[in-house]
T-cell receptor, first 115, second 116 residues
Framework: GENVEQHPSTLSVQEGDSAVIKCTYS??????FPWYKQELGKGPQLIID?????GEKKDQRIAVTLNKTAKHFSLHITETQPEDSAVYFCAASIRGAGTASKLTFGTGTRLQVTL | DTAVSQTPKYLVTQMGNDKSIKCEQNLGHDTMYWYKQDSKKFLKIMFSYNNKELIINETVPNRFSPKSPDKAHLNLHINSLELGDSAVYFC???????????????FGPGTRLTVL
C-alpha cells in the first residue's frame, strides 16, 4: 500500500519568513496530493491540493510543487503569519479510482511562527 | 451552515463500555469516512461508506462497527472499549471525482474519546 513520509516534524520560523514542508510517497499510481492544516482542537482543513498532471499550484501565499519522477511534493508558505501556526499534513491518494478516495497521510509537521 | 458535524465532541467512558459517535454531513456528498488520530497526531483511515454501502474497511478490530442509515449519516459504534481506543475520531465526506465531485475530503471537528 501507499506510504507517505513527511519532514520536518517540527518547524519554527520567524514571522515574515518562508516555510517549506516536504513529503515523499511510494505508490507511483497516486495522482492526487492534498495538504491539510489542523488547528488545535479542530479537524483538518484542506488548504491546497495538486493533481499529478500539474507540477506546481499557487494560491496567494501558499504553493505546492510536485515531482512525479522523484515522488516528492512540497508545501511552501511565504510571508508567514502567526495564524499560520498549526499542524500541517500532506496526503496522497488515487483520484478517480472509484467512489472513495483512500487518503494516506504523512505524519504531520508542527509549524510555529514566532513574532 | 454547510458542514460535517459530529456528536459528541468529548466522550469519557470506562473500559468495557459500549459507545457510539454520530456524524452528519449536509454537503450532499455520497461518500463518508471515519479516521482515527492517535496521540502522536497520526491520521489513519478506518472505514468508508458510499451511499450506505461499505467500501473501505481497514484492519480495524471488529469491536468497531460503522453504520450508515442514509448517505448523509455515518455512525461509529464501539463495543467493549479498551484503553488503546482513546484517540480523536474524525468523520469526513467527499463526492467522487467521477460523480460530479472533486474527491476532496471535508472533515468534521472530531470526537475526543477517552477510555479510563
Amino acid at each position: 500500500g501507499e506510504n507517505v513520509e513527511q519532514h520536518p516534524s517540527t518547524l519554527s520560523v520567524q514571522e515574515g519568513d518562508s516555510a517549506v514542508i516536504k513529503c515523499t510517497y511510494s505508490d507511483s499510481a497516486s495522482n492526487y496530493f492534498p495538504w491539510y492544516k489542523q488547528e488545535l482542537g479542530k479537524g483538518p482543513q484542506l488548504i491546497i491540493d495538486i493533481r499529478s498532471n500539474v507540477g506546481e499550484k499557487k494560491d496567494q501565499r501558499i504553493a505546492v510543487t510536485l515531482n512525479k519522477t522523484a515522488k516528492h511534493f512540497s508545501l511552501h508558505i511565504t510571508e508567514t503569519q502567526p495564524e499560520d501556526s498549526a499542524v500541517y499534513f500532506c496526503a496522497a491518494s488515487i483520484r478517480g479510482a472509484g467512489t472513495a478516495s483512500k487518503l494516506t497521510f504523512g505524519t504531520g509537521t508542527r509549524l510555529q511562527v514566532t513574532l | 451552515d454547510t458542514a460535517v458535524s459530529q456528536t459528541p465532541k468529548y466522550l469519557v467512558t470506562q473500559m468495557g463500555n459500549d459507545k457510539s459517535i454520530k456524524c452528519e454531513q449536509n454537503l450532499g456528498h455520497d461518500t463518508m469516512y471515519w479516521y482515527k488520530q492517535d496521540s502522536k497526531k497520526f491520521l489513519k483511515i478506518m472505514f468508508s461508506y458510499n451511499n450506505k454501502e461499505l467500501i473501505i474497511n481497514e484492519t480495524v478490530p471488529n469491536r468497531f462497527s460503522p453504520k450508515s442509515p442514509d448517505k448523509a449519516h455515518l455512525n461509529l459504534h464501539i463495543n467493549s472499549l479498551e484503553l488503546g481506543d482513546s484517540a480523536v475520531y474524525f468523520c469526513a465526506s467527499s463526492q467522487a471525482y467521477g460523480r460530479g465531485g472533486t474527491d476532496t475530503q471535508y472533515f468534521g471537528p472530531g470526537t475526543r474519546l477517552t477510555v479510563l
